[in-house]
């Protein structure tokens, strides 16, 4: 299936779901970095997701009331003296045939194009996660149209979020996603296996950073899919570690949470390992309880299981692998009736992941955690953190241990897309040269 096809196929389904209301959507505004240079540019999701549009200054109308044009975008004109400086654009007719609109224009037209719109839809949607701005403008459109149109009774009821439609599209992956997800994965596996290579007592957790993001581009990737934590020792014990200053120590256990970004659509991999390749007895008890609760919960995953379950049974692992430990102590229910897990195991089991790293898609409906359907792609993600300031046996503080995947469901269970990165404790010490 070609791109456009899928393109085409998405804003069809968007079409069916509004009915007599208009989508009107703006592409991601350019962020000042300082003074007069950007950060590098990267497009509104949800305006991605139904264009493949990836360039700055675009809008689309997306009107199923507008039988000349239901799909319109809007985009900078040439101009040779900027784009000398910016790169060439399409022309109006090129941008027509690339991205199968009905119509492209000057984006000096939207606001217009956008009122006209307004003035037949009983209701607007809109992309209002990103830019205040834009939220604010097609409020004062909204304002603008009912008063033209109050003594006919039309103009629209209100405005809604984009999100409410598009979310929920985006949480089943269609072939076309997979297979970009799958390239995002092997990058960003490839990536890890380099960075536990590379690492060794005395080396900075910015050169690991390196070896990773520099792998991601190296691959074609856009660079990493969200800040990389590269964590040893007690920093690997901070679940959003991003500093990644300090020297590596023998003895240490390095937390990687690092992953690619591939034509829009993220990886999310952690693995945790010793830095000198050798995990020692409190290493690997910690570790072993984090590893048998993540296998469990992948091989647990597969269509019509409530997502809420799969956290429960990671739970459920994890607080009876401490208490064997001796990490916890006490009956296990007054340690889940207090919540005393907390103090080690603080943040859910996973998400959904896609365009964004913490993809969109509701995790409840009609107040049921939602059941898993194929198509859905998800983190697994359990770990324990124990630093240096807990009153926890001695023999375990510094050490924080994550293991993460990105799960596939499909009709007969689910694909691991980034098994491709070692887990196993032999098969990590094996890579490191230590066995």
């Not at 059941?371 to 375990?396: C, K, Q």
Request: proline residues 4%; aromatic residues 8%.
């Amino acid at each position: 299936m070609s791109g456009m096809t899928v393109y085409k196929r998405r804003r069809d389904e968007l079409i069916k779901k509004l009915g007599r209301s208009v989508a009107i959507v703006k592409g991601a505004p350019e962020q000042t970095r300082s003074h007069d240079t950007e950060y590098p540019y990267r497009q509104d999701s949800d305006f991605f997701y139904l264009t493949g549009y990836t360039e700055p200054g675009a809008a689309c109308i997306i009107d199923p009331n507008n039988q000349d044009h239901p799909f319109q975008m809007f985009v900078l004109p040439q101009d040779p003296k900027k784009e000398v400086w910016t790169g060439w654009r399409l022309s109006f007719e090129e941008t027509e045939k690339k991205f199968g609109c009905d119509r492209a224009a000057d984006i000096a037209e939207f606001e217009n194009s956008a009122l006209e719109s307004l003035k037949k839809a009983t209701k607007v949607y809109t992309n209002l996660n990103h830019n205040k701005d834009h939220h604010h403008t097609v409020l004062e459109w909204l304002q603008q149209v009912r008063k033209e149109v109050q003594r006919s009774g039309g103009g629209p009821e209100g405005i809604e979020s984009l999100g409410a439609i598009t979310h929920e599209m985006r949480l089943i992956k269609d072939a076309h996603e997979v297979e970009l997800m799958e390239k995002a994965a092997q990058i960003s596996a490839d990536a890890h296996i380099r960075a536990m290579q590379a690492s060794k007592p005395g080396i900075f957790e910015y050169q690991l950073q390196a070896v990773l993001e520099h792998h991601f581009v190296y691959e074609g990737g856009a660079g990493p899919a969200y800040t990389s934590i590269v964590g040893a020792g007690d920093n690997a014990t901070v679940l959003h570690y991003v500093k990644n200053a300090d020297e590596v120590k023998d003895g240490d256990m390095i937390l990687i949470d690092a992953a690619a970004e591939y034509q829009m659509y993220a990886a999310d991999i952690t693995r945790t390992f010793p830095a000198n390749g050798t995990f020692t007895k409190a290493q690997r008890e910690l570790y072993d309880v984090v590893l048998k609760a993540q296998k469990a919960v992948i091989e647990a995953a597969k269509p019509g299981v409530p997502y809420k379950t799969l956290h429960e049974l990671d739970l459920k692992l994890l607080v009876e692998g401490m208490l064997e430990i001796g990490l916890l102590e006490g009956s296990y229910d007054e340690i889940i009736e207090e919540k005393k897990y907390q103090d080690y195991f603080m943040h859910n089991t996973g998400h959904w992941l896609g365009l964004d790293v913490h993809d969109m898609g509701k995790y409840m409906v009609d107040g049921e955690s939602r059941s898993l359907e194929p198509g859905m792609v998800f983190t697994v993600e359990p770990g324990i953190y124990v630093n240096s300031r807990s009153d926890a046996p001695e023999r375990f503080r510094g050490i924080g241990v994550r293991i993460e995947d990105n799960i596939l469901i499909t009709e007969e269970g689910n694909r691991n897309l980034t098994d491709g990165v070692p887990k196993e404790v032999d098969e990590i010490e094996a890579l490191m040269g230590r066995k």
